[in-house]
């Protein structure tokens, strides 16, 4: 079954697997070694895990008959991230919790939840106060900053793509002192270099993941935008939602500085 409401799991779960990366990192964080015995390829954060839990496929691309063989008591997935049929059939068979996080408040409260979930509220409740006053830095801090650049982020590359003004990570770059020249766009729409010129974009975040964008792809874009500044951006730290948030306000107030 799907839950939804933490209250609807009455036992702590011992058994759990996650199939969203940010999520896998969080249950580290919230100290679930024992009982989070299966994570997706993508799930590299903490790297001993990779190594050590059962990886049960993709993100995209679950191996359910595996996920059935570890008898999970929770799988814990995302409604971008992985595919609506594929976690419908494993909550045929298993508890499975959804999050849906589109802005840092959302994000908080899976925290909230994930803590509730799996008995370790005290934790999640210390670690979402931490994160939430880290956040109120950064924004002190960017009242002081110069005007916010108009900003493109591509997460894609042919056809590029970048994030719409309803996604996580256009939230983070707000809350990073950017704005978002592609806003008034949904989710993750495909864009032209001739529309990054009409934007008049004065920087352009080319994200480490999912696609892998390095020094050649600047060296090309460069080419087509001049007066464009073009940087890499760590993409973790724009789309990941979970305990990575301890390190965001940190790594955007020094790209903030570093332009």
């Known amino acids: 079954m799907i839950l939804h409401t933490t209250s609807a799991f009455g036992a702590i779960p011992k058994r759990i697997i996650s199939l969203v990366p940010s999520q896998t990192e969080l249950l580290h964080y919230l100290g679930l070694e024992q009982e989070t015995i299966g994570i997706t ?5 903490p790297r001993e895990w990779l190594h050590k839990k059962t990886r049960v496929g993709g993100t ?21 991230e992985n595919v609506k049929e594929q976690v419908e059939e ?33 934790q999640a409740f210390l670690l979402l106060n931490e994160i939430n006053d880290r956040f109120t830095w950064l924004s002190s801090q960017q009242q002081t900053t110069n005007p916010k650049p108009k900003t493109a982020y591509l ?6 793509m970048t994030v719409g003004g309803d996604t996580f990570i256009n939230d983070m770059l707000l809350k990073c002192g950017f704005i978002n020249a592609f806003s008034d766009k949904k989710r993750y729409p495909e864009i032209s270099t ?24 600047i060296d090309e ?15 973790e730290m ?15 107030r020094e790209l903030h500085l570093s332009l």
């Not at 004065?202 to 390095?214: A, G, I, Q």
């Not at 874009?221 to 993409?235: E, H, N, T, V």
């Open 155 to 160: 997460i894609w590359r042919d056809p590029f």
């Open 194 to 217: 001739a529309e990054l010129k009409t934007a008049n974009c004065k920087l352009l975040l080319l994200s480490s993941e999912p696609y892998p964008f390095k020094q050649k792809h």
């Open 238 to 252: 724009f789309s990941w939602y979970g305990s990575r948030l301890l390190l965001a306000p940190d790594y955007f």
């Open 90 to 122: 494993l909550a045929k068979d298993h508890a499975v919790w959804v999050t849906d996080v589109n802005n840092l408040e959302e994000a908080l409260e899976m925290i909230k939840d994930i803590g509730d979930l799996t008995g370790k509220s005290k």
């Open 221 to 235: 874009l460069g080419a087509q935008l001049p007066g464009c500044k073009i940087i890499l951006a760590d993409g």
């Open 41 to 45: 390829k993508f799930c590299v954060h």
């Open 60 to 80: 995209k691309a679950v191996n359910i008959n595996l996920v059935h063989e570890l008898q999970p008591d929770l799988i814990i997935a995302n409604k971008e």
